[in-house]
């Protein structure tokens, strides 16, 4: 019965993960969504660290590790750097209201289910039912990039993003062989670092990271 | 072996350049490297010719026809930009727009670019080749914002934004495809391995890599710059530098292509439809008009070359989406001529431009006058990217526009209409840009164009004689991709 | 060497034609030595090819198979009686060409000289590669390889913006055929890339396809020989190239779109319809008599040959429909006759044509001028290049006893004969294309009148034109051969037809039945129609011989000489003789609807009195423009897909993936 | 053969004498309907003998071309009198060229005649070129179609095969000849330059056509022009017999019939030159810009003949 426990565990873990994801698309200030992400990192990290507990499957302490250094220690603490050095903690204007995109959220979490459900039925893996929401939490984090101005909103969301897919390929498979999930550590990695170049880049040639001035490059 | 130097030159390179900074001999250095990574494949491409299909590395490096000629073209094309950049580069600082950090940034990215598509290339596992394209896009996400203007940064940001969520969306259609895959294979690496993957692709569930195809499409189609998930490319190539254009455009495009066709043969198998080959019809369609619409409206020169490539993809996928023998022949074939063609002109291009000091093509007049070399290239270049004999582009279009006619004739009109366009649009514009009279004076320094004669007289002996055993590969490779 | 077959020479001068180019382009410094030497050689494979071309006449089919191409698909080259006749105009006419231009080039700097010695070359080989070929892929790279070279031809003076507009226009309208084409070969392919005329012979397609593959077969050769409303490069390409390249495309280059036209209809498609043929004609006449009118009201020489060239290509094709029909309806003796009587009129033209362009070259080089309207009285200053090209006048003009009237001739008789058709509508319609036909002729004569009388006769309009002078030796050599070969086409028709007799039994396993001999022409029957212009020719030339030496004999042959007639009026100059404009001014006015006219008139108070006449292209403003329009139109909306926020870049990403999720689904 | 020989060179001789006589007979005709004193049947021999006495006067700039064009002109009109039958129907000539031809050898003979007016460049002379030509190429596809009724009804193109079939086989109406005469008369006082489109005796330079372009010619090879024209009406006359009242045209080999056809000749050119005299008479020139309606309607109705042919007599 301590699976079953356990289960309960993850799907509430997996609930919260959703939860932030939410938060996220209706936070107006940076260094919130810096620390909702780290969160939401946590969750992440908590959930397949669980899971490997529960299903025995030790490389997933690994990615959970990992997750952990990076999305809950590493970047949430550069995000603040950044903040702070660029100081860019201001409201981050929506393109869309926050009650629209949250409705708009809702119709893709339901979307994401149905998409979902076909293969979590054929899922083996205890922690299929799962795979619904990691689905949702990539549509949302892509609908956040969506509606958010602000470079480095942008590069939360797509990091959120990424949370998404680990968690969905933690619920599904637990989780990609080790060297993949290395490499795309890795990758994700050296994205944020390119990415710090870039703010400062993009800072010191329009003086902010308001995405309102780079759409110069149309056709007219 | 090889395949161990083909993949371990450029890394080395790569950090060494790093290492080695801009000092004197950096240029000469990056096309050392160059070759000799083009001849570790020439080595490898022997071994194939020799020996066939083979398996290195306990499963984790698979080359076949497929593969093979993109890491023969892949390196062919590095070595002969690598030539072309050396020139061009010191030009370029000469005009105080680039300075030695950021040489030496873009000698070392640019081997770890290259060692990074020859990697998604020949790697066997398709985890490994999502994660070597994101290294391929980081590589040269740095390399477009080379100048750091705002324009080069924004078209940087978006390559990079689009890329990512796109390659994003890659990933997660990799994990449907474990998720798929493990149930028969069992976990671990070796179930992500593609030769695996093959062998057991009738048994792997439908639905599944139904929707991981999805994915998979928009993601490495992002890449690909299928519209209308194409808006990265015209800002990347237009504002990075010209080496940069002709790699990405000539290079990675295609390996992104790659990466789609692997995919698609594991779905073709499992779905036992031609569901993936109508979403790629459709999309090679789209790609095509909208691009050659688009081209219509160009000022910037690179930026209507960097449409067509949008276009000649179209084309490709179109072809590949077909299927059958010859139609993956032909796009087989015509991914080797646009890349060779492609990078040429942008070398031309390339000249041009530092010539004329702007990529404006109003002010790009008489390049036959000021310099003939450059005006010829230009000109022949285009002629042979819009499918004029005897150059190959036209022999891979005749036989996909052939066969067009012949299993889908619904698609052909708009196929000629889309030629039609981009034939008006491009020529349009080239050809006052090559003839008639200009105040510029001569060019004062003497442009490295050895490549681009090189490149055109390959694309000229393709049209007119495909050598037996190139044939045999794209034969093979056709077979494979479902012919 | 001995035991070559035709074919063997074929392709050995085209190659040796490619040599010629590579040459070209290597003596890039020595002028002399282009047109010295090179021209010549090329001269000289021309007479080569038009035997060959004789010989391929008269010998069966041959094949061969070239080691390159495509890797399932080799070059495969036949050589069959159609080739022939085509090579043999190729060779004949080009050689006269090549002649004239060994002299023609000889003041162009060396530089442009080697670059238009290679292309003209590779033009030359791209034609006959055309002519050779026997499959798809080898035809259709021949075919471009032809416009492409022909493009740069075009462009040889691509300082002058009218003239690469021109180039881009031709080149544009070229491609967009052969992608036609490509598309015609792709009905006609087999699938498994069964690339080879020789399948496509022996493939059974139904007839909605075969109606498919002749339609855009239609169209692709069509764009090429200036089919309206297809034509609109044409007026603007041929002016734009240098008169010997303008001779060569209208004369030769035009032709190779019929013999693709005769070689799909009639020996690929294994079904023909009557209604293709109705089609044709329509379309042929139109073209004619479009071609004529426009011609008549052109005041720059080498436009209105242009023109002149769109007419006569309607006609061969009014023929090519008329060959049709009868073939449908299993008249093939009938089908025989027509069929000779657009091969001999295909041949004509590339003689006349050639002829006159190379003579209007002539008339450029040494006046600069090409506008009629400042030209005149140049029979008095070069004579040579005048009384040659008055044999090209006289015969395009379709007056016995020259060439050209030979396949007027023919082609009327044929439409004489359609009453034996089974369809009655067919039998209502032929006479009023008959009718159209001679129309067309007679505005023809109409037209050469009016180029030669403003060109040559009359006083010179401009002073610097009494200083002209007259053609080169090569220059007169090579107008001499073509002007000859007007003659002879035109005095022994029946040898002519004779050798076209291979033709018509290779298409419609018929010949046409000659009732007379070697001076007289009988087709069908003598009872029928017979025509012998060697007969004609010498009772002309006796009757005015023994008028001329009677009249003198019997009276006096005094002669004083005198100023002309003034009516009074003492300040006759040459401004008062009919302008280029003046002589199109009736036929402006008749046929108005075709054209809008844009007119300039001087006020009676003005010095320097101007008059311009402008007769716009309809079809242009009527077909062409609204195309632009809507390419334009829809580039604008496309374009605003891409309007630069990244954001909405996401949302197009986010969108196809919802999309394609559902549409899945 | 020999017989043949003999008819074609007699007959030839014969029109090229009697070609003055129907012109004189013309004009005489004019004279009485216009109540004027008839000038003499012979005025045209006369005419012509006088020019030829004359000394040619040529324009500074006249070219060979001006002074070949009259000879040019008057060997074609021969040749034209020679493949015509007028009177035998048996000429080794005619298979030379038929009807097609002929029309042919007409506008031969026209296009020489327009480039020697334009040769010395007045300004008349390219006036009256343009006006030919203007009003030929209307004419001669119509004579053309008129030529093709005939022929589509003989099914030939040879003149003397459409006489045989219209005289000499049994009697039948071909109402498509019927307009096919009407256009054949409007077409020929096109030709040759009469009334309503040309006035042969204007001395308006304004007003010419025809004389227009030989205004610069005199003595010799004016009066060789004049006989040409004349020839040529004559020759329209026969022709017009031919087609329309073929009857009394001796048959091949039949030299018996000759007289009688000699008489049958001389008494339709009293007839016809008589109807052209009072047709003359009765219409008078229209303006320039009328010509091609009148000469479309020609035209047009040579084509409805054509049509009438294939609706009611195939």
């Known amino acids: 019965m301590n699976l079953s426990f356990h289960l309960q565990v993850i799907n509430l873990l997996a609930a919260l993960l959703l939860l932030i994801s939410f938060a996220m698309l209706s936070q107006r200030r940076v260094v919130g969504l810096v620390t909702l992400f780290a969160w939401q990192g946590a969750a992440l990290a908590a959930s397949t660290a669980l899971v490997a507990w529960s299903t025995g499957q030790h490389h997933l302490y690994w990615s959970a590790a990992l997750t952990l250094a990076l999305k809950v220690v590493a970047m949430p603490w550069f995000f603040y750097r950044l903040v702070r050095k660029l100081d860019i903690n201001r409201e981050v204007e929506a393109v869309l209201n926050i009650p629209t995109t949250m409705l708009i959220g809702i119709a893709l979490v339901i979307f994401a289910f149905n998409l979902a459900l076909p293969i979590s039925q054929m899922a083996g893996t205890v922690t299929r039912s799962t795979l619904g929401i990691a689905m949702a939490c990539v549509l949302l984090a892509f609908l956040m990039m969506i509606t958010r101005r602000k470079a480095i909103t942008q590069v939360i969301g797509f990091l959120a993003m990424e949370n998404g897919l680990f968690f969905a390929a933690t619920s599904a498979s637990y989780g990609m062989p080790l060297v993949v999930e290395m490499g795309v550590a890795l990758d994700v990695l050296v994205g944020v670092f390119v990415l710090g170049i870039f703010f400062f880049q993009i800072r010191e040639t329009f003086d902010s990271l308001d995405l309102k001035h780079m759409e110069r490059l149309k056709e007219r | 072996m090889e395949i161990y130097w083909v993949l371990g030159i450029p890394l080395a390179g790569g950090l060494f350049l790093a290492a080695w900074g801009n000092r004197a001999r950096a240029p000469e250095l990056n096309a050392l490297f160059s070759l000799a990574t083009l001849a570790a494949a020439a080595a490898l491409t022997m071994r194939i010719v020799a020996e066939g299909p083979i398996m290195v590395g306990d499963g984790w490096f698979f080359i076949d026809s497929f593969n093979v000629f993109l890491v023969a073209l892949t390196a062919f094309v590095a070595f002969t930009t690598a030539l072309f950049s050396r020139p061009y580069m010191r030009i370029e600082k000469d005009h105080g727009r680039l300075n030695d950090a950021r040489l030496r940034l873009y000698h070392s990215s640019y081997q770890i670019f290259i060692g990074a598509m020859l990697l998604a290339l020949t790697t066997n596992n398709m985890g490994i080749l999502w994660v070597s394209m994101e290294a391929a896009t980081l590589a040269t996400v740095l390399l477009v914002s080379l100048y750091r203007t705002p324009a080069s940064l924004e078209a940087a940001w978006k390559y990079f934004i689009l890329c990512g969520v796109g390659i994003a969306q890659a990933l997660f259609g990799t994990i449907l495809l474990y998720f798929a895959a493990e149930k028969i294979l069992g976990s671990g690496g070796t179930a992500l391995l593609w030769t695996h993957l093959n062998g057991v692709k009738e048994q792997l569930e439908p639905t599944v890599l139904q929707l991981a195809f999805v994915f998979l499409l928009v993601g490495y189609g992002t890449k690909v710059g299928l519209a209308p998930l194409h808006n990265w490319l015209p800002d990347a190539h237009a504002e990075g530098p010209t080496p940069v254009s002709a790699v990405l455009s000539g290079l990675l495009l295609n390996v992104a292509l790659y990466a789609v066709m692997r995919s698609k043969v594991l779905v073709d198998g499992a779905l036992g439809n031609d569901m993936a080959g109508n979403l790629m019809m459709g999309f090679g369609l789209l790609s095509v008009v909208l691009a050659a619409f688009l081209i219509k409206r160009q000022t910037d020169v690179k930026r209507m070359f960097a449409y067509s490539s949008i276009e000649h993809m179209g084309l490709i996928t179109f072809a590949f989406g077909m299927g059958g023998p010859v139609a993956s022949f032909a796009g087989l074939l015509h991914m080797t001529m646009h890349s060779l063609t492609k990078s040429a002109i942008f070398f031309a291009v390339g000249h041009a431009t530092q010539k004329a000091g702007t990529q404006a093509m109003d002010s790009i007049r008489g390049l036959i006058r000021t310099n003939p070399t450059i005006g010829w290239g230009l000109m022949l270049g285009t002629v042979a990217i819009l499918g004029v004999p005897p150059f190959g582009v036209f022999a891979s279009e005749f036989l996909m526009i052939t066969t067009a006619m012949h299993e889908h004739p619904w698609a052909t009109p708009f196929l000629l209409t889309a030629l039609g366009v981009a034939f008006a649009a491009i020529f349009g514009k080239v050809q006052p840009m090559v003839f008639g009279e200009t105040e510029l004076p001569r060019l004062p320094h003497q442009p490295a164009l050895a490549p681009v004669f090189v490149h055109l007289g390959l694309v000229l002996m393709l049209g007119l004689f495909i050598p037996p055993y190139l044939a045999d590969w794209y034969r093979q490779a056709a077979a494979l991709l479902g012919g | 060497m001995l035991d070559a077959t035709p074919l063997d020479w074929a392709w050995g001068i085209v190659l040796y034609w490619l040599l010629l180019a590579g040459a070209g382009l290597a003596c890039r410094r020595h002028a002399r030595l282009v047109t010295g030497l090179l021209f010549p050689l090329g001269a000289l494979g021309a007479l080569a090819m038009a035997a060959v071309g004789l010989a391929g006449l008269a010998l069966p089919a041959g094949h061969f198979v070239l080691p390159i191409g495509l890797p399932d698909l080799p070059f495969h080259l036949r050589l069959d009686a159609l080739s022939g006749v085509f090579l043999a105009l190729l060779g004949a006419a080009a050689f006269g060409v090549t002649v004239y231009g060994a002299g023609y080039f000889r003041s162009m700097e060396a530089g442009p000289l080697a670059l238009l010695a290679l292309w003209y070359h590779l033009f030359l080989a791209g034609m006959a590669l055309v002519l050779l070929a026997d499959d798809a892929y080898a035809f259709m790279v021949a075919w471009e390889l032809m416009a492409l070279s022909s493009y740069f031809l075009v462009t040889t003076d691509h300082k002058v913006p009218v003239i690469r507009k021109a180039g881009f226009l031709y080149l544009l309208i070229a491609h967009v055929g052969a992608v036609a084409l490509l598309l015609c070969f792709g009905v006609l392919q087999g699938g498994h890339g069964a690339y080879t005329f020789d399948y496509m012979r022996s493939a059974a397609l139904t007839p909605f396809w075969a109606s498919a593959a002749f339609l855009l077969a239609l169209f692709g050769f069509g764009a090429k020989a200036g089919l309206v409303p297809l034509h609109v490069w044409l007026p603007e390409a041929h002016p734009a190239a240098p008169s010997p390249v303008s001779a060569l495309m209208s004369g030769v280059m035009l032709k190779t779109a019929v013999y693709g036209l005769l070689r799909v209809t009639f020996d690929l498609l294994n079904v023909q319809l009557a209604w293709w043929g109705s089609l044709a004609i329509a379309l042929g006449l139109l073209t004619a008599l479009y071609g004529v009118v426009f011609a008549a009201v052109q005041s720059d020489m080498k436009r209105l040959l242009a023109w002149s060239s769109i007419e006569n290509v309607g006609i061969i094709l009014a023929g090519f429909g008329l060959t049709v029909i009868f073939y449908a309806d299993g008249k093939g003796g009938l089908a025989a006759l027509t069929l000779t009587a657009l091969l001999y009129h295909a041949v004509n033209h590339a003689f006349f044509k050639g002829l006159l362009f190379v003579g209007t070259g002539s008339v450029l080089h040494s006046t600069g001028v090409r506008h009629m309207g400042a030209l005149g009285g140049l029979i008095r200053f070069m004579p040579w290049t005048a009384w040659l090209t008055l044999v090209g006048v006289l015969a395009i003009a379709g007056l016995p006893p020259l060439n050209g009237f030979v396949s007027e001739w023919l082609l009327l008789q044929a439409f004489l004969l359609t009453p034996g058709l089974s369809h009655q509508y067919l039998n209502m319609i032929i006479p009023v294309a008959a009718a159209a036909v001679a129309l067309a002729a007679a505005l023809a004569a109409y037209v050469m009148v009016k180029f030669y009388g403003v060109v040559f006769l009359g006083q010179p309009r401009a002073e610097n034109l009494r200083h002209a002078h007259d053609a080169g030796w090569p220059e007169r050599l090579g107008m001499a051969w073509l002007a000859a070969g007007c003659v002879l086409l035109g005095l022994f028709p029946s040898v002519v037809i004779g050798w076209l007799a291979p033709v018509t039994r290779l298409l419609l396993s018929q010949t046409l039945v000659n009732d007379g001999n070697w001076l007289m022409l009988a087709p069908v029957s003598a009872e029928r129609a017979s025509y012998a212009p060697v007969v004609f020719f010498l009772v002309v030339v006796a009757i005015t011989l023994v008028v001329f030496f009677g009249v003198k004999r019997v009276y006096h042959g005094r002669t004083r000489r005198a100023a002309p007639w003034d009516c009074g009026f003492p300040e006759q100059d040459a401004r008062m003789q009919d302008s280029a404009e003046g002589f199109g001014q009736p036929i402006r006015q008749i046929f108005s609807v075709f054209m809008r006219v844009e007119r300039e008139t001087p006020d009676p108070f003005d010095a320097q009195p101007r008059y311009r006449g402008d007769s716009r292209d309809k079809v242009w403003l009527l077909a062409y423009q609204p195309i632009a329009d809507l390419v334009a139109w829809l580039s604008a909306q496309a374009g605003r897909l891409q309007h630069g926020s990244i954001q909405w870049y996401l949302i197009y990403s986010f969108a196809t993936l919802i999309f394609l999720l559902v549409f899945t689904r | ?314």
Request: glycine fraction near 6%; include cysteine; proline fraction near 6%.
């Open chain 4, 1 to 314: 053969m020999t017989a043949g020989l003999i008819l074609q060179t007699f007959q030839t001789v014969l029109a090229i004498l009697l070609a003055p006589l129907l012109m004189g007979w013309v004009n005489q005709c004019r004279a009485w309907l216009q109540g004027r004193a008839a000038p003499p049947l012979t005025q045209p021999y006369r005419v012509i003998r006088k020019l030829f006495h004359k000394d040619a006067v040529l324009a500074h700039d006249a070219g060979p071309l001006f002074r070949f064009a009259p000879y040019i002109l008057f060997a074609c009109m021969a040749l034209a009198a020679g493949i015509v039958p007028t009177i035998a129907n048996d000429l080794p000539f005619s298979p030379a060229a038929d009807v097609i031809a002929l029309v042919g050898l007409f506008a031969l003979a026209r296009v020489f005649l327009a480039l020697a007016a334009m040769d010395i460049g007045t300004a008349f002379g390219t006036l009256g070129a343009r006006r030919e030509m203007l009003i030929s190429f209307l004419a001669e596809p119509a004579l053309l179609m008129v030529f093709f009724t005939a022929s589509l009804i003989s099914h030939s193109t040879e003149l003397p095969v459409i006489v045989e079939t219209l005289a000499h086989k049994e009697f039948v109406i071909y109402p498509s000849m019927a307009f096919a005469a009407v256009a054949f008369w409007m077409v020929s006082t096109a030709e040759n330059a009469r009334i309503p489109i040309d006035n042969p005796t204007t001395h308006l330079e304004l007003t010419m056509i025809h004389e227009a372009m030989i205004l610069e010619y005199s003595a010799r090879h004016l009066a060789l022009i004049e006989w040409a024209v004349a020839l040529k009406l004559f020759v329209y006359s026969a022709l017009g017999i031919a087609l329309f009242v073929p009857w009394g045209i001796a048959p091949a080999g039949d030299l018996a019939a000759l007289p009688l056809a000699i008489l049958a000749l001389l008494a339709k050119m009293l007839a016809g030159g008589a109807g052209l005299a009072v047709l003359e008479t009765l219409s008078a020139k229209m303006r320039l810009f009328r010509a091609p309606e009148f000469l479309g309607t020609a035209f047009m109705l040579a084509v409805l003949g054509m049509l009438t042919h294939f609706l009611l007599e195939a």
